[in-house]
């Protein structure tokens, strides 16, 4: 069965940086773009920033951009974000996703795989 393995996630210091990355297990997938989405309680998951393989195109939420950097390699199915300068209201559980045919990649129902999550806290 497919699943999607994230790691990287902790506790850092407003201003600091953490990378996450996921990579793809138990089987072959033909991805389209993979991305990554967080989670506050009590909110909607949101998208954060995807990567389009064909054209290596990538995405960023507005407030994202410019802090974090969303990387991979399409013939490993992985990917990483880069995320600096991190601030309190970065704090979300992060979730790896891939995609699998064309579509806005930008959104939480393009995409058919999810990793379970992996928890980002910045202090302030």
């Known amino acids: 069965q497919v699943q999607l393995i994230e790691s990287g996630g902790g506790v850092v210091q407003a201003g600091g940086s953490l990378l996450l990355s996921c990579a793809v297990s138990g089987g072959t997938l033909a991805t389209y773009a993979m991305g990554w989405f967080r989670q506050t309680p009590g909110k909607d998951r949101e998208f954060v920033a995807a990567?389009?393989?064909?054209?290596?195109?990538?995405r960023y939420a507005d407030s994202v951009m410019g802090r974090f950097t969303v990387s991979g390699e399409r013939s490993e199915n992985t990917v990483a974000l880069k995320m600096d300068d991190l601030r309190p209201e970065d704090t979300a559980v992060y979730y790896c996703a891939a995609g699998v045919r064309p579509g806005v990649w930008s959104t939480e129902r393009f995409y058919n795989y999810w990793g379970q999550g992996t928890q980002v806290t910045v202090a302030g």
């Open positions: 990567i389009r393989w064909s054209v290596r195109e990538t």
